[in-house]
């Protein structure tokens, strides 16, 4: 017998070999229908994988993202199945599940070029798989067995892969036709997909090195019911729809240029104001709470980043070391502020009563992202963080982590991003030659994060291996306007880079001590956080934010002088106002405004030049009727101070 104890603190025997399907079953049969994945001592398994020994256990359905992750990953191989069946010769790369279903990288057999056209007959072709019930079978596997049956089979990719792993926890998944190299988990058969949609092709370098042949990569998503993929095909043409690229443009906030160069983005001047809007929100919040501003150059000596580390973790994704005419003399475009900032904290001696010191910073790194990841402002090689770095005493440290937290509470309410989460990124226990620093200095940092997400009552998930190589850190994971999930705004601590350049205080006893490094930019970047911005909003953005608030519209040439002269005072009164005198008819200019989210659309003619009025439609409201020009500006001042009084008494 195994005693098996679940989430709620119950406890009950079972006998050795029981699954997690069976567990479900003795629960209740709905939940064996709906259990896709099981937690064994906080490791996911498969529902058919036999438990012998004693354990702690969580069911994972759909709602759980363990359920998904399970659901997805089994989809990427019955696509597999699928590309194997209809292109023979098909050699497989990898095939994950990632945030939104499933991509495989493969190369096609037979010289074939896939095409969108195709994707519905690989569609066509997993749901007669899935019909067939296939289960997914566990199998393992010696190493060089693996490397026999793969390389057998001329699978380049696999026996690579193959080639990395330690000999002993390497297992196989088979379902009907298909074997993988393959950790699992998985669903126990085909059958529970029951909805499938291939959502697109692209290309990507294998393992992501540019140096190495481009595959093929088909992403994917699926369902357990039909009526799901229905609701999430709605859901992506709202998607689109809100698309920050799409609105980008058709609101004149930035561009991109091929003759600037890919992945680095124009901000043009609607967008640039908007972004000054919210680098002012910020440093008005920041201000209150003791930050400093600070401003560092954008290239570095490479020496600078050996000593902080960054050269050798970010070397590969970096930018070309620049040369200078001096021999020796080695520059890169900054790939993170911290070191710098480092630098500015030993510009003189600091004492304990200096600390804690806050600086921020608005300041622009560089990362050569593959060209294939680059995507709108939400993947750029150029970048613009709302960094801070704060130096603190070790006994000061959780305080400062919470006020953090509560700048980033104060970020989300004004910009009304209720749903989120927040994660724990820690340390893999089991492979600690990705990070630097001391076990007792990691094991400080985690429980401070730990702590102090506690104390703020926040809903935390924890991802073992996801710290930064310096330190743990807290992420928060937000839900926009559709349900979708973005990671924005980050808090990380940090024992290492102190050590690193060295870093010192002179403490209440006259000793010389390390201080305690916090790493937060609560935006993430002003690039990802405006994207998200926009598609969160679908551009209409609250009226203290919004780039034009109103726009001034005269039904025919001969009232262009009054509205010229409307917009000018408008403008003056600081409403931020464009004048629309183009020769088209007055429903043109309404429809073509409305594209653009402009919030007060002002229409003018001979009445309204006569009594000196305006006509006056809100975005999203319709016809507010007639009134006259200074309670419009009244009324557009008022709105605007009364949202920016109650976004900064959070």
Partial sequence: MVKIKFPDGNVKEFESGVTGLDIAKSISPKLAKEVLAVAVNGETWDLTRPITEDAEIKLFTWDDEEGKHAFWHSSAHL?????????????????PAIDNGFYYDIEPGGGVTLTDKDLETIEQKMLELARQKEEFCRINVSKQEALEHFGALNEIYKVELINDLEDGKITYYRQGSFTDLCRGPHLPDTSYIKAIKLTSLAGAYWRGDEHNKMLTRIYGITFPKQKMLEEWLVLMEEAKQRDHRKIGKEMELFTFSQAVGAGLPLWLPKGAMLRDRLEAFLRKVQKKYGYQQVITPHIGNVNLYKTSGHYQKYGKDSFQVITTPQEGEEFMLKPMNCPHHCEIY????????????????????????????????????????????????????????????DIIFI???ALEFNDFTAQISLRDPNNHEKYIGTDENWEK??????????????????????????????????????????????????????ERFELEYTGADNLKHRPVMIHRAPFG????????????????????????????????????????????????????????????????????????????????????????????????????????????????????NSQLETIYSY
């Fill in 525 to 640: 970047s002003m690039e990802r956080f405006v994207a998200v911005l926009i598609e969160h909003t679908g551009g209409k953005f609250p009226l203290w934010l919004a780039p034009d608030q109103a726009v001034v519209m005269p039904i025919s040439e001969k009232y262009n002088d009054y509205a010229k002269k409307l917009s000018d005072l408008l403008n003056n009164s600081d409403i931020r106002t464009v004048l629309d005198d183009r020769n088209e008819k007055i429903g043109r200019k309404i429809r073509d405004n409305e594209l653009k989210k402009i919030p007060y659309l002002l229409i003018v003619g001979e009445n309204e030049m006569n009594s000196n009025t305006v006509s006056v439609r809100r975005q999203g409201h319709g016809d507010m009727g007639i009134m006259p020009v200074d309670e419009f500006v009244k009324k557009i001042n008022d709105e605007v």
């Fill in 445 to 498: 940092a985690e429980r401070a994060i730990i702590e102090a997400a506690e104390e703020k009552g926040l809903k935390t998930t924890v991802e073992l291996g996801e710290a930064a190589f310096y330190g743990p850190k807290l992420d928060f994971m937000v839900k926009d306007a559709i349900g979708r999930k973005w990671q924005l705004g980050t808090i990380q601590v940090d024992y290492n880079l102190p």
């Fill in 79 to 95: 696509m597999a199945e699928a590309l194997q069946q209809l292109y023979p010769g098909t050699k497989f790369g990898i095939g």
């Fill in 411 to 413: 970020i989300f309410k």
């Fill in 346 to 405: 030993k510009f003189k001696p600091r004492s304990y009563k200096d600390l804690p010191l806050r600086f921020a910073e608005f300041g622009t790194v560089y990362r050569y992202e593959q060209s294939g990841e680059l995507h709108g402002l939400t993947r750029v090689r150029g970048f613009t963080q709302d960094d801070a770095h704060i130096y603190c005493t070790p006994d000061q440290l959780k305080d400062e982590f919470k006020k953090v937290i």
